[in-house]
Antibody, heavy 123, light 111 residues
Framework: EVQLVESGGGLVQTGGSLRLSCAAS????????MHWVRQGPTKGLEYVST????????NYASSVKGRFTISRDNSKDMLYLQMGSLRPEDTALYYCVKAHTRGTYLYDAFDLWGQGTMVTVSS | DIVMTQSPLSLPVNPGEPASISCRSS???????????LDWYLQKPGQSPQLLINLGSTRAPGVPDRFSGSGSGTDFTLKISRVEAEDVGVYYC????????FGQGTKLEIK
């Protein structure tokens, strides 16, 4: 079954760090850009970051730029999000998301979503 | 940054009746290649979002043909020809031209 499974969420204090992981299965992971999207409590969806299929290009929302780092390991079919200098407003369910179109880095839809991993930042 | 505005924010609909959701962008989503970079997603209760429509009007695989997307530039519409109980949830539009900004969401419920 084609799926994405996130892990690594938890409770962390303001200023702390956390590393999220996403395991992909049953598709050629190395062919697709990957994204992180978050959803705050009772809030809508917010884009976080993108990494290209080969990992050579990255993009970040202005709200996380300089604090978060996206990366991937295509040999392990894994996506990561290193989160630092965490703030209470980073509290959210973090989704790992697959790009819709093979080889496309930008201008693309979000095709497959994981179930999410919850990050809670206490003040 | 592009601002995405959806209306209505709440949409009660009788089963079998049509439904329509509007999405307006503060900047044109029409690329020079002719594509409109506007997608629609549905988040059913307790589930992750799922792609319904991309490029303004292309249904994703497996999406019923009662769902249709239209529009160009800054004004887009998602239409459901006959609402079914399984269509309940929050619908989001999203621009894919700049920074992947989502609309606020429209909650569709069955009357």
């Amino acid at each position: 079954e084609v799926q994405l499974v996130e892990s690594g969420g938890g409770l962390v204090q303001t200023g702390g760090s956390l590393r999220l992981s996403c395991a992909a299965s049953d598709f050629t992971f190395s062919n697709y850009a990957m994204h992180w999207v978050r959803q705050g409590p009772t809030k809508g969806l917010e884009y976080v970051s993108t990494v290209s299929a080969n990992g050579g290009a990255t993009n970040y929302a202005s709200s996380v730029k300089g604090r978060f780092t996206i990366s991937r390991d295509n040999s392990k079919d894994m996506l990561y999000l290193q989160m630092g200098s965490l703030r209470p407003e980073d509290t959210a369910l973090y989704y790992c998301v697959k790009a819709h179109t093979r080889g496309t880095y930008l201008y693309d839809a979000f095709d497959l979503w994981g179930q999410g991993t919850m990050v809670t930042v206490s003040s | 940054d592009i601002v995405m505005t959806q209306s209505p924010l709440s949409l009660p609909v009788n089963p079998g009746e049509p439904a329509s959701i509007s999405c307006r962008s503060s900047q044109s989503l029409l690329h020079s290649n002719g594509n409109n970079y506007l997608d629609w997603y549905l988040q059913k209760p307790g589930q992750s979002p799922q792609l319904l429509i991309n490029l303004g009007s292309t249904r994703a695989p497996g999406v019923p043909d009662r769902f249709s997307g239209s529009g160009s530039g800054t004004d887009f519409t998602l239409k459901i020809s006959r609402v079914e109980a399984e269509d309940v949830g929050v619908y989001y539009c999203m621009e894919a031209l700049q920074t992947y900004t989502f609309g606020q969401g429209t909650k569709l419920e069955i009357k």
